[in-house]
């Protein structure tokens, strides 16, 4: 989820945890679970930090490590570890009971993005990327805002969110269901797909669309049960060649591999440099492909330049990739 979700959910996790007596028998033990479960909300993403060093280091290791086993099991020790000496007399387990929650919370509920995590490392580092709830989902940003709007108000905290979580629960069992009608849709509208990719967008009814079968890639879009294709490409096999080989070294162009389930490549060759750019058929935007990752290569095969990450004109990318016209 998106960084204000995690935020306004570690703040609804310390109101529901109102409903715990252990949490309510002193001051310290409520205030130390209040600040405990907003950093554990957001303390799994620190690894957004990766962003300043380039993109590629952010692609492969964003929810990775730090959305894993041992990362859940070892946030909330070191967020207590640095909490509980500012109130001694807080319950000490509950404490720890209730920073784990908001640290499971924030890994579990990333799984549903598009996106996923990392979250079963170390024993797998397959993503597990559900794909039923955009990043960002203004139906569960704005029912904890309200929640946090009647708690202000006056509300009983603990209540006000049991119940709210009582919708969500409902309302994430919707959105599968959904999810699975539209894969259903495309399944007997394209019958020869061996892989279907479905992807929640900001608006409640539209879903994106990613199959391929042996020969095609198909993408388009859902509206409800209407089914539109947009595009459809030949699924042409990486050829064993001497230019992709040296492409396929770059690290920018390494970690779009190690992220992006479907994609279709192109080899362009100009006169003093070759160019091979592979393009993620998963985030198709206004007709373009925005997600892509770009290498440029000299004859002798040196890589010149390289770029991944998200651009949304060929002008930017050429601006990104420094380009002089050969």
Known sequence: MDTGTHVVMGIALGGLATLDPSVTENSATINSVLIATIVGSQIPDIDTVLKLKNNATYIRNHRGVTHSIPAVLLWPLLIIAVVYPFFPEANLLHLWLWTFAAVFLHVFVDIFNAYGTQALRPFSSKWIALGTINTFDPFIFFIHVAGLILWALGADPGYTFAAIYMILIAYYIIRFRMQRKVYRTVKAMIPFTNEIIIAPTLRFHQWRIAAMSDENFFVGRANKNRITIYDKFNRVPMPNTPVLEAAKKDKNLSAFLSFSPVYRWEIDSYDKYYE???????????????????VQL?????????YTGWIFSEEKLRKKLDFIPG
């Open 276 to 294: 091979v750019r592979f393009i993620d058929l998963r985030y198709r935007s206004n007709g373009h492909y925005p997600f892509v990752a770009v």
């Open 298 to 306: 000299d004859l002798n095969l040196n890589i010149i330049v390289s």
